[in-house]
């Protein structure tokens, strides 16, 4: 069956260090986000691709960057990880723009 | 204001009970409705889309009402298994970042 996973589920990093995220779909889907969820904002959207090569800011991008060179993948860097950034991570996809999308399992990072 | 709108809650009610969520929207130009459902510590996923005339599934109704610019979610029969967040989402067409936008979510509690 198609699906989106994230890996890892869990990670603890210290402060200043590079940290990746990984999400990978095997639905075909052009369109990929990554979200962050904490207590009172909901998920707020940090990047976005449309399709390969491309690549867009979200609402909350600063200390973060995305590359897409295929299709099923969409990782997120924290280029220098700091405290603030200690959420829980959701990439999703969908095969349309304003359209249902579908959630990886999330990330749960904690920035020590 | 924020975008999107809901009442945190907890909506606490007893099984069978009927309880509706509203949420409303800023962005008179919004085009795609939806109502996901996330359970705790798990990814958000669709519940349903929301029409302009109204739809039912089972024992969920949403409702849109465009000129007071809110959505609504009926849950009638209210189970165990229906706690959790609702979350309220719309879809903002402008230029090239159609996204989705998410509320922070009403949590409900069904009580035995």
């Known amino acids: 069956d198609a699906e989106i996973t994230q890996s890892p589920r869990h990670k603890i990093t210290e402060t200043g260090r590079q940290v990746t995220l990984a999400c990978h779909q095997t639905?075909?889907?052009?369109?990929m986000f990554w979200y962050r969820q904490d207590l009172g904002h909901g998920l707020r959207l940090i990047h976005y691709?449309?399709?390969?090569?491309?690549?867009n800011k979200g609402e909350v991008s600063d200390g973060y960057s995305v590359s897409r060179s295929n299709t099923e993948d969409l990782p997120l860097t924290l280029e220098s990880a700091a405290s603030s950034q200690t959420s829980v991570y959701f990439c999703?996809?969908?095969?349309?723009?304003?359209?249902?999308?579908?959630f990886g399992p999330g990330t749960r990072l904690t920035v020590l | 204001r924020k975008e999107v709108e809901q009442d945190p809650g907890p909506f606490n009610v007893p099984e069978g009970a009927t309880v509706a969520f509203n949420c409303t929207y800023s962005?008179?130009?919004?085009?795609?409705f939806f109502w996901y459902r996330q359970d705790c510590r798990k990814e958000p996923k669709l519940l349903m889309s929301?029409?302009?005339s109204g739809n039912e599934d089972g024992r969920f109704t949403a409702q849109l009402n465009r000129a007071s610019q809110y959505i609504s979610l009926l849950i009638r029969d209210s189970k165990l298994s229906d706690s959790a967040t609702y979350l309220c989402?719309?879809?903002?067409?402008?230029?090239?970042?159609?996204?989705?936008?998410f509320g922070t979510g009403t949590l409900l509690a069904v009580q035995p």
């Open positions: 962005n008179s130009a919004s085009q795609s």
């Open positions: 639905w075909n889907h052009n369109n």
């Open positions: 999703a996809s969908s095969p349309r723009l304003n359209n249902e999308q579908f």
């Open positions: 691709s449309y399709g390969v090569q491309d690549t």
């Open positions: 929301v029409y302009s």
């Open positions: 989402v719309v879809t903002n067409y402008g230029g090239a970042t159609n996204k989705l936008i």
